[in-house]
């Protein structure tokens, strides 16, 4: 089975950085990928890691070790559209299994 | 385009009603995929299909019936379902080339309310 653990809620002032960890129990694992969905809104992709590393896209970074079977993304210059819920997702064989989700406010 | 369309985009239907949602991509992927998403929670797989087979099925309720006319197209026919499957439908597809390691892109779902 598939297990991925994340903080519920992170609250950050505008300009800040946020990190956003995932730690994940699976069977079969490939790369973990991580998702932004907006209030209402369809979930969109955001990265993909499956080497340990790091990834940098604009001012977001994921991170990944697999030997520690944990993530991240990292979230800098915070801005108010950055409100929204943060998934970390396992890949294994077409499936995409999904953490709970990572509630992320941000306050001016 | 990396875009994914869904209608309907709500829909409200009583126990006894049969109902479809549509989802269409352009992209030329090869596989879709349906989800499900009650409120505050994640997406949860309930069908694959790969290059227009049926691959995965996360043992959904028959009362749910997927379909794929074609590689562009992909249904969810709805019969007798219970309120408590009133939940946001998502369709996703990806590349389908590599499986594992493809990104899946989500269409804006149908917001199903059922009564």
């Known amino acids: 089975g598939q297990s991925l653990e994340q903080p519920s809620e992170v609250t950050a002032v505008e300009g800040a950085i946020v990190q956003i960890n995932c730690t994940y129990q699976t069977s079969g694992f490939y790369g973990l990928s991580w998702y932004q969905q907006h209030d209402g809104g369809a979930p969109t992709f955001l990265s993909y890691n499956a080497l340990d590393g790091l990834e940098e896209t604009g001012r977001f970074s994921s991170f990944l070790s697999r030997s520690d079977s944990y993530g991240y993304l990292l979230l800098q210059e915070l801005q108010m559209k950055d409100s929204a819920s943060y998934f970390c997702?396992?890949?294994?064989?077409?499936?995409?299994?999904f953490g709970a989700g990572t509630t992320v406010t941000v306050r001016a | 385009d990396t875009e994914v369309t869904q209608t309907p985009k709500h829909l409200v239907m009583g126990m006894t009603n049969k109902k479809s949602l549509k989802c269409e991509q352009h992209?030329?992927?090869?596989?879709m995929y349906w989800y499900k998403q009650k409120a505050k929670k994640p997406p949860e797989l309930m069908f694959v299909y790969s290059y227009e087979k049926l691959s995965i099925n996360e043992s959904v309720p028959s009362r749910f019936s997927p379909e794929c006319p074609n590689s562009s197209l992909l249904n969810l026919h709805l019969h007798a379902l219970q309120p408590e499957d009133s939940a946001l439908y998502l369709c996703?597809?990806?590349?389908?080339?590599?499986?594992?390691?493809?990104?899946?892109?989500f269409g804006p779902g149908t917001r199903l309310t059922v009564l």
């Open positions: 997702a396992s890949s294994n064989d077409y499936k995409l299994s």
């Open positions: 992209m030329g992927h090869r596989a």
């Open positions: 996703a597809s990806s590349q389908g080339a590599s499986g594992v390691t493809d990104t899946q892109y």
